[in-house]
């Protein structure tokens, strides 16, 4: 494989991963625009992104190859679970 086509086949591996995570991270802060105010975007878009990408890699690892719904549902739950971790761990309510 040349190195182009390696790039572009990790590109297409994480870009799922990519736009979940920064589609959870804009409804989130728009859902909890007080609560997530202290937060920064970017911050929330790595955390999302970063447990979306990790829930990818398990999926190709457990099932052999990409692109199975249940690594896809388990991008949702990683990505809701690190935007509660990262927006909302040390805050009192």
């Keep these: 494989?040349?190195?182009?086509a390696a790039f572009w086949h990790l590109v297409n591996f994480f870009a799922p991963a990519i736009v979940v995570g920064g589609v959870a991270a804009v409804t989130a802060r728009l859902a909890w625009r007080r609560e997530l105010g202290a937060r920064r975007w970017l911050s929330l878009w790595a955390?999302?992104?970063g447990a979306?990408?990790?829930?990818?890699?398990?999926?190709?690892?457990v099932f052999d190859h990409d692109g199975k719904m249940?690594?896809?549902?388990?991008?949702?739950l990683a990505c809701a679970g690190a935007l509660w971790w990262a927006g909302f761990r040390g805050t009192k309510g």
């Design 52 to 61: 979306a990408a990790l829930a990818s890699i398990l999926g190709l690892v």
């Design 70 to 76: 249940a690594t896809y549902a388990a991008m949702v």
């Design 1 to 4: 494989m040349q190195a182009t």
């Design 47 to 49: 955390w999302a992104s």
